[in-house]
């Protein structure tokens, strides 16, 4: 390994994390570089869909994540009001019959955690914030907040919205905020009251200027989380997320479904978060530095599939890196790219929309596809 050409990532979120542990499986001579000192169980939910779980399985952590994670039958939308059923879209089964692994629903913290022991400690450092980054053609540098410096042959950035890589590819530019608030809570299923319909373990209420998404987050239904997405004209960039109150959530969410109004007295700690997305990128690699996941393609999350694009992304650059030989790094951005740009942008395009699963609809395209079996296509054609 140790002739192989370094292969730095930036960044040990959900994508940085799963793109390392798949190119170390192949072999591959990598470290990760995460400015946070370590993570913590921050209080959100994600959704895992049958095209991430494949990935997963490759990792190992496919069985873990069945044990742990809520295996819903069904997404549910739903008036925001009456309660009517809007959308009924078989997951459970179905989804493992038909789109090769199971839908789950989970704790972020939980599924992060799974990843990050997926990784040798050796070979994970964190406390490692990139301040800047140089190809010198041959080389790169990468120089960090703490005054070290790292030499890499290859440098992923997979370091998230305000991407360093990114502003060196293409110059410094916030991400959009997109108009719209997500609040977020976790807290113990409460109980059932008179008149409030059963909770279903997956179901997405919607009206027609917000939503609330709600799903279990263990196998034993006994965490449950909500997300919600709300038009707010204004939002300091400068603040990730701020914590938001049951007092706020029942001014939003006033004259809502009684299941609703359930939840929201049931919030322990509620935060909410600006949502962020960015146009499809001009270019994804250059010279010896590529990007993924949010660093490349940043979403409105409302198809849930965020994550799961940056996973995704990690799973085709391993496969493209194994195509072409790492050592022919260009080649392989480019395989990369023609494979990724078409489905990442339909992703973000369907997010920025919020439709999916509003009605009836085969989301097959999306759950069915499997990054390690799906046909290359060659950039001359992309
Ligand atoms: P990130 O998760 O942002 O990770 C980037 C990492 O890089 C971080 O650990 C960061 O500390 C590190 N980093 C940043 N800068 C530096 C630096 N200079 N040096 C070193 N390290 C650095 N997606 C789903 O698939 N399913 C869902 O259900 C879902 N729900 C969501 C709900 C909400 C409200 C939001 C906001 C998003 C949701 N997403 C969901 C989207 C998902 O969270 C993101 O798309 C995903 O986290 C992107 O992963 P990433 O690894 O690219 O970036």
Redesign the pocket.
């Known amino acids: 390994m140790s002739n192989s050409p370094r292969i730095a990532v ?9 793109t390392a542990a798949l190119l170390l499986q192949e072999g591959f001579n990598v470290r990760v ?4 000192p370590g ?1 913590s169980r921050l209080g ?6 049958p095209n ?1 779980m494949k990935v997963l399985r490759r990792i190992g952590i496919e069985d873990e994540m069945n044990r742990q994670g809520s295996r819903p039958d069904f997404w549910y939308s739903r008036h925001w009001q009456t309660g009517d059923v809007l959308a009924q879209i078989p997951l459970g089964d179905y989804a493992v019959k038909h789109y090769g692994a199971s839908y789950l ?1 989970v704790h ?1 913290g939980d599924f992060h955690e799974l990843l990050i022991k997926a990784l040798p400690s050796e070979r994970l450092s964190f406390g ?4 800047k980054v140089e190809d010198r053609g041959d080389v790169v540098i990468l120089s ?2 703490d005054g070290t410096t790292e030499e890499a042959d290859i440098v992923i950035g ?7 890589i990114r502003e060196e590819l293409l110059g410094v530019e916030p991400p959009k905020y997109a108009g719209y608030l ?1 609040h ?1 809570a976790v807290f113990p299923t409460p109980e059932l009251k008179a008149g409030m319909l059963p909770f279903d373990a997956c179901v997405k209420w919607w009206s027609d200027d917000r939503h609330m ?1 709600v799903y279990f987050v263990t196998s034993k239904a006994n965490e449950l989380y909500y ?1 919600t997405g709300v038009p707010v004209e204004k939002w300091d960039l400068n603040d990730r997320w701020l914590p938001s109150s049951k007092e706020e959530m029942r001014e939003t969410f006033h004259g809502w479904h009684p299941t609703v109004q359930a939840l929201v007295d049931a919030t322990v700690e509620v935060t909410k ?4 997305e960015r146009d499809p990128l001009p270019l994804w690699s250059r010279g010896r530095l590529v990007l ?5 393609h ?4 409302h ?9 995704e ?1 990690g799973a085709m650059l391993a496969r493209c890196f194994k195509e072409v030989g790492v050592s022919n790094y260009a080649d392989a951005f480019a395989l990369y790219e023609a494979n990724r740009a078409a489905r990442a942008s339909k992703v973000q395009r369907i997010s920025h929309d919020n439709t999916w699963l509003r009605t009836n609809e085969d989301p097959s395209w999306c759950f069915g596809y499997d990054v390690f079996t799906e046909p290359l296509v060659s950039p001359s054609k992309a």
């Not at 959100?44 to 869909?49: E, F, K, L, P, S």
């Not at 997979?158 to 360093?164: P, Q, T």
Request: with cysteine; aromatic share 6%.
């Open positions: 930036v960044g040990a979120g959900l994508g940085g994390a799963a570089y995460e400015q946070a993570f959100a939910g994600i959704h895992v869909g991430v629903t972020r490692k914030c990139l301040t960090f907040a997979a370091d998230g919205v305000n991407s360093r997500a977020r998404m997300v978060w600006s949502l962020l993924l996941g949010d660093a490349c940043p979403m409105k999350p198809m849930a599939q965020g994550a799961a694009m940056a996973i992304d």
